[in-house]
């Protein structure tokens, strides 16, 4: 008992009367104060570590390095990608600032939302961006979110999926970049809130607020619906950067309308200027998007608004073969693996890009119709003899001429 009595901490000094718990091991002693600060001590060295580890990985390049990068992957759209490149830049540059205790300048956050019609490459984009920087990326589709208690996914749920983007990593994640797509489709339905509950609509929006701004947010690490069982995970939305894409179908008539209202009159424009009615998109502005059914609180969180210019003849025709990743690249790579040569002419070219204006499903229609002229050869070949693949005129139009796409082009 004396024995027992004499016993203290090997740490700390402290006689077993004065802790809590007094943990012995094979020639000392700990007690409960000594662990616990331990335990911080550790727990700070691991933060510092990740933070620094984190700020090595993370690869900051100026304006005009990350436009020449975006320029490698994405025809035309300079106006967007001088707006992205700045807007990117000035994010983690914040990230990135020393900490100066006497700086009473706080830079606020920079979320981009992006305007232009499907196919124009707004995704693709945010995703050549993260790849460059070297951040986790995860894309979310707003059509699926609903307030909380609806069925639908949480607000929070575009979180988890950053989550596993980053492996786990919470520190890692909370640099990162979320795209959420489709987030003209949450648009409020009414001018009059109050006449139904909007829950997939402006609740979606409100829900919205403050993940945007920044907050602590607890997070389900696999997804799904909260319940009070599941443990969850905090995740601080400060430092990550949002970008919002949408096509926005019919805010041309929204921008036609405030360009023309004052055609005539004392206010009406002396210069003659005179718009560009192909592409009226250019002249959007955050009222534009209040019209269209965004609350402005929202709109102010995404203070950086940019637009995609529609694809014209001379740019899909690019797309089609200058880009690296570009979709004549990707099949030739394929057909090269199966030992096929590959090739195709210029007037096979410039038919695939006529298809595709038809039927104004941008870039996305250049893909459709390539998988419709090479996907009997990507059939047969790979078990075939036959070595060489030279796609002409002639075979687009006969292999276009038996698939459904006419069909339907003639239903239309």
């Given at each position: 008992?004396?024995?027992?009595?004499?016993?203290?901490?090997?740490?700390?000094?402290r006689k077993k009367a004065e802790t809590n718990l007094l943990i012995a091991g094979m020639d000392a002693h700990i007690c409960d104060h000594c662990i616990e600060q331990a335990y911080g001590i550790v727990k700070e060295e691991i933060l510092q570590s990740?933070?620094?580890?984190?700020?090595?990985?993370?690869?900051?390049?100026?304006?005009?390095?990350?436009?020449?990068?975006?320029?490698?992957?994405?025809?035309?759209?300079?106006?967007?990608?001088?707006?992205?490149?700045?807007?990117?830049?000035?994010?983690?540059?914040?990230?990135?600032?020393?900490?100066?205790?006497?700086?009473?300048?706080?830079?606020?956050?920079?979320?981009?939302?992006?305007?232009?019609?499907?196919?124009?490459?707004?995704?693709?984009?945010?995703?050549?961006?993260?790849?460059?920087?070297?951040?986790p990326f995860s894309i979310v589709d707003a059509t699926v979110l609903t307030q909380a208690g609806y069925v639908g996914e949480d607000v929070e749920s575009i979180l988890s999926r950053l989550l596993q983007a980053a492996d786990y990593n919470v520190e890692k994640a909370e640099k990162g970049i979320v795209f959420i797509d489709e987030i003209d489709k949450i648009a409020r339905k009414g001018d009059n809130p109050s006449i139904t509950r909007d829950v997939s609509g402006e609740g979606v929006q409100q829900a919205l607020l403050k993940l945007l701004e920044g907050t602590v947010v607890n997070v389900a690490p696999q997804g799904g619906r909260k319940h009070p069982e599941q443990k969850f995970v905090e995740v601080n939305t400060k430092d990550i950067l949002f970008i919002a894409g949408g096509a926005f179908s019919g805010i041309e008539r929204n921008i036609s309308k405030r360009l023309n209202m004052q055609a005539v009159g004392f206010g009406a424009s002396m210069d003659g200027e005179s718009h560009d009615k192909e592409n009226l998109l250019q002249y959007i502005t955050p009222s534009d998007l209040k019209s269209f059914g965004l609350i402005?609180?929202?709109?102010?969180?995404?203070?950086?608004?940019?637009?995609?210019?529609?694809?014209?003849?001379?740019?899909?025709?690019?797309?089609?073969?200058?880009?690296?990743?570009?979709?004549?690249?990707?099949?030739?790579?394929?057909?090269?693996?199966?030992?096929?040569?590959?090739?195709?002419?210029?007037?096979?070219?410039?038919?695939?890009?006529?298809?595709?204006?038809?039927?104004?499903?941008?870039?996305?229609?250049?893909?459709?119709?390539?998988?419709?002229?090479?996907?009997?050869?990507?059939?047969?070949?790979?078990?075939?003899?036959?070595?060489?693949?030279?796609?002409?005129?002639?075979?687009?139009?006969?292999?276009?001429s038996n698939t459904k796409l006419k069909k339907l082009k003639e239903a239309s």
């Open positions: 008992m004396a024995k027992e009595k004499n016993l203290e901490c090997s740490f700390c000094g990740s933070k620094s580890t984190l700020t090595k990985e993370l690869t900051i390049k100026k304006p005009q390095e990350i436009k020449a990068f975006l320029d490698q992957y994405i025809i035309g759209q300079d106006e967007t990608k001088r707006a992205m490149s700045v807007a990117v830049y000035n994010h983690y540059k914040r990230l990135l600032q020393a900490k100066d205790k006497n700086d009473d300048v706080e830079i606020e956050k920079s979320n981009i939302i992006l305007v232009g019609e499907t196919g124009t490459g707004k995704t693709l984009i945010a995703k050549t961006i993260a790849r460059m920087l070297n951040v402005p609180e929202i709109i102010g969180r995404l203070p950086v608004l940019t637009y995609m210019n529609p694809l014209d003849s001379i740019a899909l025709r690019a797309i089609l073969t200058e880009p690296k990743n570009s979709i004549i690249k990707q099949y030739a790579k394929l057909f090269l693996m199966d030992d096929v040569d590959f090739t195709i002419s210029d007037d096979a070219l410039d038919f695939i890009v006529d298809k595709a204006i038809t039927y104004k499903l941008g870039a996305r229609g250049l893909r459709s119709l390539c998988e419709a002229i090479f996907t009997d050869a990507m059939f047969d070949l790979p078990s075939s003899n036959e070595k060489v693949l030279n796609v002409t005129k002639e075979y687009c139009e006969f292999k276009l």
